[in-house]
């Protein structure tokens, strides 16, 4: 949600009422001067801004496309050498091709404390045929509103005015490339306003998070010394759905499985052996329907075991999260809660069991009398505290066999359709991720909530834990380095989905966000 | 499975090898002369088949290409007219673009009945990417057997002389452009060889086939006197799996229904809202799963309830039918047959319900972390003689009901979400087509199977249902005449399907069949 000032600047309000604004802000705000400093800049330089950040999003950035992300590599490499950032360098891990972290720093005469800011240039694959027909994931493309609520196109404004409710649609729009945005244009603005960073800056941009982040550990292991901070800053995911920032101290761990059921070797003609040949998809729907009851829970035993409680101090900030619950299903279209009665903030405590993707044969206009060889479905795994991603993979697979499978890691041998009759191969995905949570009670933490506090007039929400993962245990293993997440994006901004997007409000409020942490003293 | 002739020939024999092959056929067994000529004839001009057959099957012959399809109605139209059948004519639906039926006939003097020969031109839709990467639908190319099989790549042989065992991999190459070649090539054998048939020929080639022949009942009404006939003889689908040939009596009637459940109106990502935001993959799995039980019978009340049950003599004949069931699991790599107990013979006489595909996000390199926005299948009801099609679609969906869904035939409405927990979309598919039965006592009907019975030293199966669905009670109530299906492809044809073939043992014994049921007096 924009504040007031912006929205009236963006609606071509004259100069007069703008410093008018400024003013009455300053009177009435919780908002420091130093802030309100840097929303002035980043309204007169939007244009500029603008220009930089649609560039960036056309430069493809999914792992199946190296090529692409060393060109991602190279515009924020320029975006802070262009920005007198020191020591910038790329953060390689041992194995070649590795997508490099890029590293740069910002030393402060007296500074005590030092911030990293960590943000991830890479975006979820796409599917292109899945985006609306006018969106293509690379060709970033501006709209009045969400296209899904009848937003129209908009060029780029002849005046620089613009309008806090319009949104950039492409891949990485929102998670992560407004992170990195957000970030290099908070310090372009303290640097440009003659404000001085309160404490050393750090900038870690990562570009394997969609990947789950398998060379991170290497790197923060290789590049220990170099990485050495008070606190990680982490800006990655999207602010509360009630439009409130928000601060959170850990996140949901992931973890996934890949399932494909076997039947018959070869495709065959629904007429001829309908009944009498064993369906996969039947009998994937059956395993996947016996994992949770009509209640929502998940039916694996054990699946709920191992989590941590939330302490008190967890749960009364838990308590205070604004809910959004009647919000998100009217705005969703949903009737009620998967597990009834349980509330979203109380649910994303929780592990999970998800189903991502399912697919056997064909459907719509490719479908066909036939009964498919094979099903196959990936299932996602969400963690949280006190779950362990490879003891949670395991509890599904040993559910998997007590409903009679043969599990396998290949495709079946002849000799095994011969002896079971129900075989699935089981991939456990290798790269998974525990959940992590930060305690809100160190002073660095306590600066962090102030800061952020001076940016808005409204509550700050502050969320034991975040539904998105990012692999934040390992800055703990490896740095012992606390981490805080500082999100800025919009929560419906289809992060790692079709026709993703930010609104132009969310980036410029997020730069004032990272910029009053850049202050911190 | 080829006659000893034609694997001797086709294994490089000599001449002198051939003719005594010849005379001892002729000694030992039920094979007639008039099939020996043709079967010669056949050998002889196997590369002028062959090269026309390949070139037919280049055509693509696909519901979603009406330009492919023309250029299949032209080939065809040439076919006939090269081999002087009378009265080529295109049958027209009033509607304007409906692929015709192409119509012929050969008035033989003296003769006393009319046979009219069935086969389709129209091939199911195709997913290329789903095809063998050595292959492409509309490239048809041979190999020395199936390539499942490990089939090598084989060129047309430069002496004329083909392997049996080899195979055409094309879409269409046995479904069933082999039976409009099998019945156009009998034809001209007998005719090459100064044979005569014994009854009037008449030739029907039919273009929707593949769509469930939507205006095959008002063609049949609109040409009622062209296409009087004793008998309709259709050349279609599989000869048994043993690989005997098969004269099949009745066909399974087939209905569809198309279902997307619907969750969130966006999709969402796993990590923010999973556990808290219903997955359609999952209502949908838990609904599939629903429908049969563990014994692999559909538990839909009254599904199998209107079946009407086999005569004593068409038992007998479904005694009489050779098991493949062990065979067939061991060469399709099942371990057991869905109903504990039931045949692949009794199977197909009774009603099914298949899933022929379900989709929802994605699996695979594309899968992501996202709670979809809907989950669909394509659910596939073959039906068996006392089914009503849609009577047999409203237990299903009386089904659905029953399983809490609210039922729309529309993508639900904001006023439907609001009110309604599980929603899904139902379309039930408006080209149902019934069961049919011919009796085996009518006396025409004794004289096709006699004649089968002259082309092969082996058992000739009499199945009461064919497993594959075709239109045959339309031909009942619009021409009040008799069908009697005489299939020629090989069992393991991949028809409906990626991979789909022929074996040229099975397209060149086919055309014996054929020129023995024109040589019928």
């Not at 005590?112 to 943000?119: C, D, G, M, N």
């Given at each position: ?6 929205q009236?600047?963006f609606?071509r ?6 410093l ?5 802000n ?14 002035k ?8 801004v ?9 430069l ?5 496309d ?6 991602n590599v ?20 041992s194995?070649?091709?590795?997508p490099p972290?890029?590293?740069g720093?910002?030393?402060?005469p ?11 240039y890479?975006?979820?694959?796409v599917?292109p045929?899945?985006?609306a027909?006018?969106?293509s994931?690379?060709?970033p ?5 969400a296209i ?6 908009i ?5 620089g005015?613009?309008?806090s409710?319009?949104?950039?649609y492409a ?7 407004a992170g990195?945005a ?10 440009k ?7 050393n800056?750090?900038f ?9 982040s398998?060379?991170l ?12 901070s008070?606190?990680?800053i ?10 409130k ?9 992931d973890t996934h499985?890949d ?6 070797k070869?495709?065959?003609?629904s007429?001829?052996?309908?009944n009498w040949?064993p ?16 209640t ?7 699946f ?9 101090f ?6 205070e ?10 705005e969703?279209?949903i ?9 979203l ?16 044969g064909n459907?719509g206009?490719m479908?066909s ?6 099903a196959?479905t990936v299932l ?5 505290l006190g ?12 559910h998997?066999?007590s ?9 079946p041998?002849?000799?095994e ?9 089981v991939i ?6 525990n ?13 962090v909530i ?10 700050v929400v502050?969320q ?6 990012l ?14 997440t500082?999100?800025i ?18 980036l410029?409020?997020?730069i ?6 850049m202050?911190i003293k």
């Amino acid at each position: 949600m924009m504040t007031k000032l912006l929205q009236f600047h963006f609606m071509r309000n004259s100069c007069i009422l703008l410093l008018f604004t400024l003013l009455l802000n300053q009177l009435v705000s919780a908002q420091s001067a130093e802030v309100l400093t840097i929303r002035k800049h980043g309204a007169k330089n939007a244009d500029v801004v603008m220009k930089e950040f649609t560039e960036f999003l056309s430069l493809p950035n999914v792992a199946a496309d190296p090529a692409g992300l060393q060109k991602n590599v190279a515009f924020i490499m320029a975006m802070m050498n262009k920005r007198g950032i020191q020591k910038v360098q790329l953060l390689h891990a041992s194995t070649n091709g590795v997508p490099p972290v890029i590293y740069g720093e910002v030393m402060v005469p007296g500074a005590k404390q030092t911030l990293i800011f960590y943000a991830h240039y890479d975006g979820q694959p796409v599917n292109p045929e899945q985006w609306a027909k006018e969106l293509s994931p690379f060709e970033p493309k501006m709209f009045s509103k969400a296209i899904d609520k009848a937003g129209a196109p908009i060029a780029s404004p002849a005046d620089g005015i613009y309008n806090s409710e319009w949104r950039i649609y492409a891949r990485g729009a929102s998670d992560d490339k407004a992170g990195v945005a957000a970030i290099l244009n908070a310090y372009d603005a303290i640097k440009k306003t003659g404000l001085t960073p309160g404490c050393n800056l750090k900038f870690f941009f990562e570009g394997e998070e969609e990947m789950g982040s398998p060379h991170l550990n290497e790197i923060l292991e290789k590049y220990k010394s170099l990485l050495q901070s008070d606190l990680w800053i982490i800006c990655d995911g999207p602010v509360h759905q009630s439009g409130k920032k928000q601060i959170a101290f850990g996140v949901r761990g992931d973890t996934h499985l890949d399932l494909t059921v076997y039947a018959s070797k070869r495709p065959l003609h629904s007429g001829h052996y309908g009944n009498w040949a064993p369906n996969p998809a039947l009998r994937l729907v059956k395993l996947l329907a016996s994992m949770k009851d009509e209640t929502g829970r998940v039916t694996i035993k054990g699946f709920y075991d191992d989590v941590t409680p939330l302490t008190a101090f967890e749960k009364k900030s838990l308590n205070e999260v604004p809910s959004v619950d009647e919000q998100m299903k009217n705005e969703l279209g949903i009737f009620a809660e998967e597990m009834k009665g349980t509330t979203l903030s109380e649910a994303i405590n929780l592990p999970s069991l998800n189903i991502n993707g399912i697919l056997s044969g064909n459907v719509g206009k490719m479908a066909s009398n036939q009964i498919p060889t094979q099903a196959t479905t990936v299932l996602d795994l969400r963690l949280v505290l006190g779950n362990d991603w490879q003891r949670q993979q395991q509890k599904v697979i040993v559910h998997i066999k007590s409903q009679g499978f043969f599990v396998t890691g290949n495709e079946p041998t002849d000799a095994e359709r011969a002896k079971y009759e129900k075989i699935i191969k089981v991939i456990p995905g290798e790269d998974g991720v525990n959940a992590q949570r930060t305690s809100m009670d160190l002073p660095i933490v306590q600066k962090v909530i102030a800061a952020v506090k001076t940016t808005t007039n409204e509550q700050v929400v502050l969320q034991p834990t975040m539904g998105g993962t990012l692999p934040l245990f390992v800055f703990e293993k490896y740095l012992n380095a606390k981490t805080v997440t500082v999100p800025i994006a919009n929560h419906d901004n289809n992060q790692h989905a079709e026709n993703e997007n930010i609104r132009l409000g969310n980036l410029f409020t997020g730069i004032e966000t990272m910029a009053s942490l850049m202050l911190i003293k």
